[in-house]
C-alpha cells in the first residue's frame, strides 16, 4: 500500500484556522486521528468512499472533512482552533467497508500516518 503522509500542522493562535493534508491512494474509510500528550486516542473525523462522513462532538461545526479523488488527498480544515485541539494529528485509513457507528474509533484503522502537529494557543 502507498504510504500516508501529512502535511499542513503547525501553531496557530487561539481562533484561527489550519489545513491538514494526507497523500493517499484510494481507500474505503479515511480519517483523522489525534493524540495529546499524555492521553488516548481520539477519532476526530472521518469519510467514507460514499461521502458519509462522522465527527467527534468536539469539532463539530469547526473541522470540516473532504477528499479530492483526482488528486488522492484527504483534507481536514480546522476553524476556530481552541487550545484543546492542541495534539499530533494522524491520518488513518482502512480499505474494508466500516458501519458509520465505527468511523470515529481508532482501532478499526489499518494504515496510518506517521503525524503532524497542530499547535494552538491561548
Known amino acids: 500500500q502507498v504510504p500516508l503522509v501529512e502535511s499542513g500542522g503547525g501553531s496557530v493562535q487561539s481562533g484561527g484556522s489550519l489545513r491538514l493534508s494526507c497523500a493517499a491512494s484510494?481507500?474505503?474509510?479515511m480519517g483523522w486521528v489525534r493524540q495529546a500528550s499524555g492521553t488516548e486516542r481520539e477519532g476526530v473525523a472521518a469519510?467514507?468512499?460514499?461521502?458519509?462522513?462522522r465527527y467527534a462532538d468536539s469539532v463539530k461545526g469547526r473541522f470540516t472533512i473532504s477528499q479530492d479523488n483526482a488528486k488522492n488527498t484527504l483534507y481536514l480544515q480546522m476553524d476556530s482552533l481552541k487550545p484543546e485541539d492542541t495534539a499530533m494529528y494522524y491520518c488513518?485509513?482502512?480499505?474494508?467497508?466500516?458501519?458509520?457507528?465505527?468511523?470515529?474509533?481508532?482501532?478499526?484503522?489499518?494504515?496510518w500516518g506517521q503525524g503532524t502537529q497542530v499547535t494552538v494557543s491561548s
Open positions: 484510494r481507500y474505503t474509510l
Open positions: 469519510i467514507r468512499s460514499d461521502g458519509t462522513t
Open positions: 488513518a485509513a482502512k480499505y474494508a467497508w466500516t458501519p458509520a457507528g465505527f468511523f470515529l474509533e481508532p482501532e478499526k484503522y489499518n494504515y
